[in-house]
Structure formats: C-alpha cells, structure tokens
C-alpha cells in the first residue's frame, strides 16, 4: 500500500508540471537578417523558471556573441506579473531557412522559431566617408495611391559619437508614421566591420504622380583620440560631421480604373470576422444579442478603414451601434490597423429576419489584384410566447387589408346633383387662378435672369478656396512643431470656411471619428487646469487622411479634381 501511495503521489507530481509548466515566447529584434549581421533573440517567461537556460544548442548554427538578462513587473488587471528576459545576441554561420532550436530551462523549454537568413553582404561597398555613411531604401518605387512603402534607413559607423542629429524623411502629400524601435546589429562591409542603426517608417503617398524622399542627413559629432603630448591622459576631439543619403523616387499610381468601390483600400492583407454573443438560431423577442464585427488590414492606416454595419434593416429589428473602436499597431513588417464595431440587435416581433452581406472591396498591393472581403447574408430566428405579436410578411398584410375591406364596406353617400355641379365649378376656378399665377411667376423669374450681368454666370475662384490652403499650411507647420495655440487658431479658420462653426467643439461632431477625438484631445489640452505636453503629429496625420479620402471620393465623380497640397 505504502508503495502505491508513492506511486501516485510521483505521478500527480509530473502530471502538475505538465498542467503548470511555464510559458517562454520567443522572439527576434528583426527579421530576416543577412548571414554576416548579428541580430537579438530574445526569450521571455512571465514566472521564474526551473532552471537557468542552456543555450548550447544554438551554436549548431550560430555563433553567440553576448547573453544578458533582465527582470520587470507589470501590474495587469489588479495582477501583479513578473516578467522575465534573456537577450542572446547571434550571428548566423550559413544563409538559408534556418531554425533557431528549442531551449530547455530546466523543465521547461521555449519553442522552436525558424529565421530567413539571407547570403552575405560582404559585396557592399562604402560610400563618400568609409567611417560614417548612410543607406536608405524602398521596398517598392511604384506604390500605389495611399498604399504603404516601407523606407528602411542603415546608418554605417565605426566611430564613436559625441552627439548626433538625423533628419526626417520628408515627402510632399504624404502620411509617414515611424515603425517600432531602433535595431542595433553590426555587419561587414568590404571585409570591415560596422556597427549598424537601422530604422523604418511607413509612408503613404497621398497624391498620384513621380515624386522624391529628399535625401537624409546626419550631423553628428564624432570622438576622436588626440596626441598625448607629454601628458599622462589622452585629449579628447570632437570633429563635427554631416552626411547625406541618396534620394528616392516614388513613381505614385493613381487609383485603377477597374476598382469601381466608392471606398479606396489598400493593403498587403485583410480580414473581415465576425462575432456573435449568443445563439442566432434561437434570438426571442425583447431580448438582446450583440453582433462583432471586425476588420483587420495589413499595411493600411485606420483612417483608410471603412464603416462595417452601414447597411438597412428590418425596422421590426432594432439595432444600436456602439462606438467604433480603432487601433493601430506599428511593427517592423509595417502598420496594422484594425477596425471593430459592436451592434446590438433587439427583435420586436416573431418570425425570421434577415441581415445583408457585407462587402469590402479592397486592392492587393501584394498580387497587384482587387479582392472582395464578405460576411454572407444571415437568417436570424426569433422566438416568443403566444402573446407575442408575429412578423407579417407582405402577403399576410395584403389579405389582411382586404379580409378588412370586406368586413367593413365603405358606405355610400348620396349628394344631390346640383352641390355637385357647384364643388366642381369651384375647384375650375381655383385651377385657373393658380396657373395664371404661375405664368405671372415664371415671367418673372425669366426677366429677372436676363438683367444679371455675364460676368455673374463666368465661373470665378471663391475666395474661401483660396483660403483653405493657407489653413492647411498653417495647421502642418503648428502640427509639426506642436503649437497648440496655433493649430487652434488654424482650425478655428478651417472649420468656419468649412462647417460655419467658430469653436473646436462645435467643429468635431463634423469630423469623421478619428479626427473629431484628435480635435476633442486638443481642446482638452488648451483648457486644462495643469500645463500639458501636446504632441500635433497625430492630429495632422488623421486631418491629412480625411482630406485626402473626401478628395478621392469626389475625384471619381467631379473630374478628378487634384487634392489640396498639404
């Protein structure tokens, strides 16, 4: 009996860690990597873990270079967390698909990850300095309109910096958002070795045609060692530095004519669910059941986005909206914006209701193709008890309205001739008296035109399109350098050429949701009781997208107007 209670108790004991065993992700710092650049693995276990790790089978196809660990706690939902990191600096032997192994940490182990590594670099040479220089690229040189180009920008040193400056990336009529953190790697260049600084951003053209990234340039201040010059320390030299890049040319398309969509979409993927809170099959009358609908695009921003429940209903189904809610995530694969829409739907009668497909046109810049996202038609039940009043179809309620035409027969009402005769006389009269006006009106109106001058029917340029322009100008330069005070007083103008408001409050209900938060966030600001920071990169982003979306729908039906240069 001793011996079986042992048994037991060693099995419960493997069975828990099975159950219990802790969780390790894995991830990369960048993906893929070329074979003579050293790149982060980085292993994360939310719990302490049965052992410290092995990292040996990673030299099977790495070389690893440093290890280091750290510790943080995170308090997430009244749960205190502690998360822990071990960050493996490696440089692959070989190009190829590679896998990085599983790892054991005691009882436990990370999973495996495969890597695209791709042949050596080595054939690169350096540009104007060979101790500082900068690559900048484009993943592709003919984007479409609004679609995303992914600028990826190296910056190549084998000097010490004393401070550093480097531009932005600059390009008219664009959106340009900056992608997730910086990488640091180093790699050989013409059998050198360079430690690298590599950043990405997502810009979004929003203007067809050939236009440039103007060059970037670095200001830095290098570190340079000095003679000793009999003295028991080494001086210490700065020499200042500026080093540009190369520009790139963007050859922008316009939108294709076979997209025939009032909506304008671009990504590298999308997908369109959906959710439900109950039971379709079994709905009941004066009962709700929410609907999910979410839409989630690759390479798109979630001002590009559009509504998901736009389309009309059975009035007997009650239906109320919540708020849209948008996000966006900035990896170094591009932006990944995400769209969802919450409906609650209440049925006041019995019987069986339908909801519409849901269709979202949208253009692959992956395969050069348009696609079409849909939810397909759905057939909701509903329920109820025998007092519960039934959902009549048209048929029903025509020969209900005629069993009632039969049951209860108009009566027929006799009028003598002469009071007929006399009505009708009347109502001649009228006829007459009000066409005879009518001629005395168009008479008129017709009179009245020919004595406007010439110069009046010639088309002009108003001068409230004149004054947009300067509007938007002056809301990018405040935006850009994050002046609240201005950015009002600039939209405080835009809004009264546009909507005749004269407040910021009174201008956001116009706005789509998106820009109307940005505005609310603004006039927060403005008004606070305490001084606060206010970041405008983010309001003229979501004005620029608005604008050119309203610029583009018009565009397809007023002549392809160009859009305002912003």
Known sequence: ??????????????????????????????????????????????????????????????????????????????????????????????????????????????????????PSSANKTTQNDEDLFLEVSANTEKPFIQSQVLYTVKLYRRVDFAKANLSEPELPDAVIEKLADDANYTTQVSGVTYVVIERKYAIFPQKSGVTTIKPLVLTADTVARGRQNN???????????????????????????????????????????????????????????????????????????????????????????????????????????????????????????????????????????????????????????????????????QAVEEKQILITPTPVIQRPILETSKSTFIWQTIAIFSTFGWLITLGFLFFKYKTVPKKMNEPIESPAEISLNVCVKQLKKACMTDDAQAAKIALLEWGKLQFNEISLGAIAPHCEARLRDEILQLNATLYAKEPQVWKGRELFKTFSENNAREKLAKSKTDALKPLYPI
């Open 1 to 118: 009996m001793p011996l079986l209670i042992l048994f037991f108790s060693l099995w419960l004991a493997g069975f828990s860690t099975n159950v219990f065993a802790t969780d390790i992700t894995v991830s990369l710092d960048r993906s893929p990597v070329s074979v003579d650049e050293s790149f982060q693995i980085i292993f994360t276990a939310s719990e302490s873990l049965d052992d410290d790790p092995d990292f040996s089978p990673l030299e099977q196809d790495f070389t690893v270079q440093s290890q280091s660990q750290s510790s943080r706690t995170e308090f997430v939902n009244g749960k205190l967390n502690r998360i822990i990191q071990w960050i493996v600096t490696v440089m692959a032997n070989d190009s190829g698909n590679l896998i990085i192994p599983k790892i054991k940490f005691g009882s436990d182990s990370s999973p495996a990850l495969k890597i695209v590594v791709s």
């Open 231 to 397: 003295s028991f320390f080494n001086s210490q030299m700065t020499q200042r530095r500026i080093v540009k890049s190369n520009p790139i040319m963007l050859n922008v398309q316009p939108i294709p004519a076979t997209f025939t969509d009032s909506h304008w979409l671009t990504a590298e993927n999308l997908e369109l669910t959906q959710t439900w809170s109950g039971d379709t099959s079994q709905m009941k009358v004066g009962e709700p059941l929410t609907r999910t609908v979410k839409l989630v695009a690759n390479g798109s921003t979630v001002g590009q986005l559009p509504e998901l429940n736009s389309s009309k209903i059975d009035p007997q189904l009650k239906s109320y909206n919540d708020q849209p809610v948008l996000h966006e995530d900035k990896t170094l694969a591009g932006i990944v914006a995400s769209r969802e829409e919450k409906i609650a739907f209440i049925p006041a009668k019995v019987g069986n209701y339908t909801l519409p497909a849901i269709q979202i046109s949208w253009f692959n810049t992956r395969t050069q193709k348009i696609e079409i996202a849909t939810l397909p038609e759905m057939n909701l039940m509903v329920a109820g008890t025998e007092n519960t009043p039934q959902a009549q179809t048209p048929a029903t309620t």
